[in-house]
């Protein structure tokens, strides 16, 4: 089975950017939707931004579109998350995760229930005010 391991959590200050990378194990076939999943605690596991490796669709939360950006580099099994105008509220352990899905469509609804099967083992980040 894949592994994903996360990198690029750390601290910082309200307004500033991270770029969280994950790194997959082998290569990722074109039937996956990719993603990040945030977690603070008390509180259950809540997606951000979602991908399909087929078709390249990319799908946010309401609470980071326009500020966070999912990307993927195929040539290095990398995911990426780009994270700007950071809030105090972007604090959480992040998670990058994968399910097989044939549609790209089907990532949309990995943003309410991220209901993925393999997960990395996180990366936190914590943004002061």
């Known amino acids: 089975q894949v592994q994903l391991v996360e990198s690029g959590g750390g601290s910082v200050q309200a307004g500033g950017s991270l770029r969280l990378s994950c790194a997959a194990s082998e290569m990722i076939s074109s039937s996956y939707c990719m993603g990040w999943v945030r977690q603070s605690p008390g509180e259950g596991r809540k997606g951000v931004a979602t991908v399909h490796t087929g078709d390249g669709r990319t799908y946010y939360a309401d609470s980071v579109e326009g500020r966070f950006t999912i990307s993927r580099d195929n040539a290095k099994n990398t995911l990426y998350l780009e994270m700007d105008s950071l809030k105090s509220e972007d604090t959480a352990m992040y998670y990058c995760?994968?399910?097989?899905?044939?549609?790209?469509?089907?990532?949309?609804?990995?943003?309410?229930?991220?209901?993925?099967?393999?997960w990395g083992q996180g990366t936190q980040v914590t943004v002061s005010s």
């Open positions: 995760a994968a399910v097989l899905r044939t549609y790209g469509s089907a990532c949309s609804l990995l943003i309410t229930r991220p209901n993925f099967t393999t």
